[in-house]
């Protein structure tokens, strides 16, 4: 397994990167998400899975840790391969997907090109769990609006440098116990006084 490949990128594009190392250039498969954070870059170290096939050998890249994780995870999924769990993290971000797949959001891999609802349920039902255990989240159904509200809310205290899983935690318990909240503001101040 490689796992990862550092040196200069002799080209890239939104799809590929070559990465040159020791004299050898890498073809890696990317995603549009690792695209746009590698895009100004020369020189990078791009975190890799590496697909094995009878006919074939094909690098993945991947930006950030959580990227090349949710990626694992998509390909473990009957019937979603490389090239569409590449296209799922094109189309959303890491925390959107997470998200997706936590609130039951068929809706959301439905705007995915090549998936569709049956394989939108397959996802959610075979990664609710492993995303569930890995991120902290937990599971619970609240209104769009409060989704919204929630994600929002997550951001900007990610923003101010609160640990991501820790906030997840708070978030979830506060919209169990005051699920009529309506603003940000509201969600961000009760949080604040449960994260201080």
């Not at 995603?31 to 170290?45: C, D, F, G, P, R």
């Not at 590496?50 to 930006?63: I, M, N, P, R």
């Not at 349920?121 to 569930?132: A, E, N, P, Q, T």
């Not at 989240?137 to 989704?147: F, R």
Request: charged share 25%.
């Amino acid at each position: 397994m490689i796992a990862y490949i550092k040196g200069a990128i002799t080209f890239k594009n939104p799809t590929f990167v070559i990465v040159e190392t020791g004299g050898i250039g890498y073809h890696v498969n990317i995603s549009l998400n690792t695209y746009a954070q590698i895009e100004k870059l020369e020189k990078v170290q791009i975190l890799t899975h590496l697909q094995v096939k009878e006919d074939s050998h094909t690098l993945y890249g991947f930006a950030e840790e959580g990227e090349r994780s949710m990626f694992k995870m998509l390909i473990s999924v009957s019937g979603i391969g490389p090239n569409t769990a590449r296209v799922v993290l094109s189309s959303m971000k890491v925390d959107e997907t997470r998200s997706a797949i936590v609130s039951e959001n068929v809706a959301a891999f439905n705007k995915v090109k090549g998936i569709g609802p049956k394989t939108a349920k397959r996802i959610i039902l075979d990664l609710k769990d492993k995303v569930i255990k890995e991120s902290g989240d937990t599971p619970m159904s609240i209104a769009p609006t409060n989704n919204r509200i929630r994600e929002e809310a997550l951001s900007a205290l990610i923003a101010l440098q609160f640990p991501k899983i820790k906030v997840q935690k708070v978030l979830n318990r506060i919209l169990q116990q005051q699920p009529n909240i309506e603003s940000v503001e509201e969600l961000i101040k009760l949080a604040l006084k449960n994260l201080s």
